[in-house]
């Protein structure tokens, strides 16, 4: 009964991916059948035309379902989400990526594992059994699994998987962690996870293999490298 009182928003945000958009969401339609849910879709003034085919994708699904809340320019991945959950009505926030390194498919297993667990959070991880990465050369591999590690040393946050995106949310525990958060770009998924667990709330896991993406180019550079490296001793000394 309790899964049929919840609503799902899911948090979408997105910049030139146009040829991704609409395969995201038609696959979360498809692994979601059976609950109620939203998509948020969180455009930072992408100039491929991206804005244009959620609305498409309005007119198809619904824009009861299918909600876009543009923003004029890039602004930050912790800030997209904070812009989307001004327009929330559901009760429990996923955030994802649109790129499709997060499979839909793992919807249906986080929302049952919050449901077995009351968990007030549940995180797609790519380090335990079960999980992994596809399409990464080397060198990448060692370098996310060289950050996560290095994280893990520095801040035993008692959770495997770090850096990763994929997450399940109590609504009123992301508006929590979200407003104590600071970082921006790719460190600020790790700042959320670490106040979370300091915090004590129930973290949940659930193995997913991450998959680069398929269209478009990595937003991942050496710039991002230099700031999870000043975000992690930021870290070390605040939390």
Same mark, same amino acid.
Request: hydrophobic fraction near 40%; include cysteine.
């Given at each position: @009964?309790?899964?049929?009182?919840?609503?799902?928003?899911?948090?979408?945000?997105?910049?030139?991916?146009?040829?991704? /958009?609409?395969?995201?969401?038609?696959?979360?339609?498809?692994?979601?059948?059976?609950?109620?849910?939203?998509?948020?879709?969180?455009?930072?003034?992408?100039?491929?035309?991206?804005?244009?085919?959620?609305?498409?994708?309005? $007119?198809?699904?619904?824009?009861?379902?299918?909600?876009?809340?543009?923003?004029?320019?890039?602004?930050?991945?912790?800030?997209?989400?904070?812009?989307?959950?001004? $327009?929330?009505?559901?009760?429990?926030?996923?955030? @994802? *990526?649109?790129?499709?390194?997060? $499979?839909?498919?793992? #919807?249906?297993?986080?929302?049952?594992?919050? #449901?077995?667990?009351?968990? *007030?959070?549940?995180?797609?991880?790519?380090?335990?059994? +079960?999980?992994?990465?596809?399409?990464?050369?080397? @060198?990448?591999?060692?370098?996310?699994?060289?950050?996560?590690?290095?994280?893990?040393?520095?801040?035993?946050?008692?959770?495997?998987?770090?850096?990763?995106?994929?997450? #399940?949310?109590?609504?009123?525990?992301?508006?929590?962690? /979200?407003?104590?958060?600071?970082?921006?770009?790719?460190?600020?998924?790790?700042?959320? /996870?670490?106040?979370?667990?300091?915090?004590?709330?129930?973290?949940?896991?659930?193995?997913?293999?991450?998959?680069?993406?398929?269209?478009?180019?990595?937003?991942?550079? +050496?710039?991002?490298?230099?700031?999870?490296?000043?975000?992690?001793?930021?870290?070390?000394?605040?939390?």
């Amino acid at each position: @009964m309790e899964k049929e009182k919840n609503k799902y928003s899911i948090i979408v945000p997105t910049y030139n991916e146009r040829f991704n /958009i609409a395969l995201i969401v038609y696959l979360i339609l498809k692994h979601l059948r059976e609950v109620d849910f939203e998509v948020i879709v969180v455009d930072d003034g992408s100039p491929d035309g991206t804005q244009e085919v959620v609305k498409q994708l309005q $007119h198809v699904y619904g824009e009861d379902r299918i909600l876009l809340r543009p923003r004029p320019r890039k602004l930050g991945l912790g800030t997209a989400y904070i812009h989307g959950l001004k $327009h929330v009505s559901g009760n429990f926030i996923v955030i @994802m *990526d649109a790129d499709l390194s997060h $499979h839909p498919k793992y #919807l249906p297993s986080f929302i049952k594992k919050q #449901l077995e667990t009351h968990a *007030d959070i549940v995180m797609g991880t790519r380090y335990v059994k +079960g999980g992994g990465v596809h399409g990464w050369n080397l @060198m990448r591999k060692l370098t996310s699994r060289g950050a996560n590690v290095l994280a893990h040393t520095l801040l035993w946050p008692g959770v495997s998987d770090l850096t990763g995106s994929f997450r #399940l949310y109590r609504k009123s525990v992301l508006e929590d962690v /979200i407003s104590s958060c600071v970082s921006k770009g790719y460190v600020f998924q790790m700042e959320m /996870i670490v106040r979370a667990c300091r915090k004590g709330y129930h973290v949940e896991e659930v193995p997913i293999t991450f998959v680069d993406r398929v269209f478009g180019s990595s937003k991942l550079g +050496g710039s991002e490298i230099v700031e999870y490296l000043k975000g992690l001793a930021y870290l070390l000394v605040t939390t």
